[in-house]
């Protein structure tokens, strides 16, 4: 099965700053890779995501970047605010259903 | 939409009792998935089911957990008898297919005692 891997675990940014948080992946046939935000308390919820047929997508000051060769793909927010502080999932999929990576805890320090 | 709905949002209960998790997809969504969620583990998928139809339940972590989806707007998850090593925070998911983005509902946070 698919094995999805995310670095780092825990990321501390200040206001303002960017931060990013990397994933790979070990299924070359995965073709699709989401990305979801989860605040304390709540369930993961989609930001962004990617289809192998490109090689970034941008969504104001989150983007996303694929590199099918290599096997991995990132996630990118610019000018970071408190209200990006949370727990952040990769996922790729395989066959029919998604694998997630361990979750990336980001702090933005006012 | 309202979105996915499960119910309760809390549950705390006595180890050997049964336990009844409930879920209502967003209309439309012709998959569902159960989640569960530990610190330790991460996200873990139990089952899913694509037309109200089991596909995978291999992440079912042994026969005390089953689950249903008798139609396309209800799916539970029972388990029975619960045991402390149950605790976790159990996520329902639906999505137009397994290969489309997810719609996580927000959660039921079992606590076994």
């Known amino acids: 099965g698919e094995n999805v891997e995310q670095h780092p675990s825990t990321l501390s940014v200040q206001e303002g700053d960017s931060a990013v948080i990397k994933c790979t992946y070990s299924?070359?046939?995965?073709?699709?890779f989401p990305w979801y935000k989860q605040e304390l308390g709540k369930g993961p919820q989609l930001i962004i995501d990617?289809?192998?047929?490109?090689g970034e997508k941008k969504d104001q000051r989150i983007a996303v970047t694929l590199n099918k060769t290599a096997k991995h793909f990132s996630l990118h927010i610019t000018e970071t605010q408190p209200e990006d502080s949370a727990v952040y999932f990769c996922?790729?999929?395989?066959?029919?259903?998604?694998?997630f990576g361990t979750g990336t805890s980001l702090t933005v320090i006012p | 939409d309202a979105g996915v709905i499960q119910s309760p949002r809390h549950e705390v209960t006595e180890m050997g009792q049964e336990v009844t998790l409930r879920c209502k997809p967003i209309?439309?969504?012709?998959?569902l998935f159960w989640y569960r969620q530990t610190m330790m583990r991460g996200l873990e998928l139990l089952i899913y089911?694509?037309?109200?139809?089991?596909?995978?339940d291999s992440g079912m972590p042994e026969d005390r957990f089953s689950a249903k989806m008798p139609n396309a707007s209800f799916s539970t998850l029972k388990i029975q008898p619960s045991e402390p090593r149950d605790s976790a925070v159990y996520f329902c998911?639906?999505?137009?297919?397994?290969?489309?983005?997810?719609?996580f509902g927000s959660g039921t946070r079992l606590t076994v005692v």
């Open positions: 998911a639906s999505s137009f297919s397994p290969n489309y983005g997810y719609t």
């Open positions: 299924d070359s046939a995965s073709n699709y």
């Open positions: 990617i289809r192998s047929n490109v």
């Open positions: 996922a790729a999929n395989t066959g029919n259903q998604f694998y």
């Open positions: 209309s439309g969504h012709n998959s």
């Open positions: 089911f694509n037309n109200n139809v089991p596909i995978d």
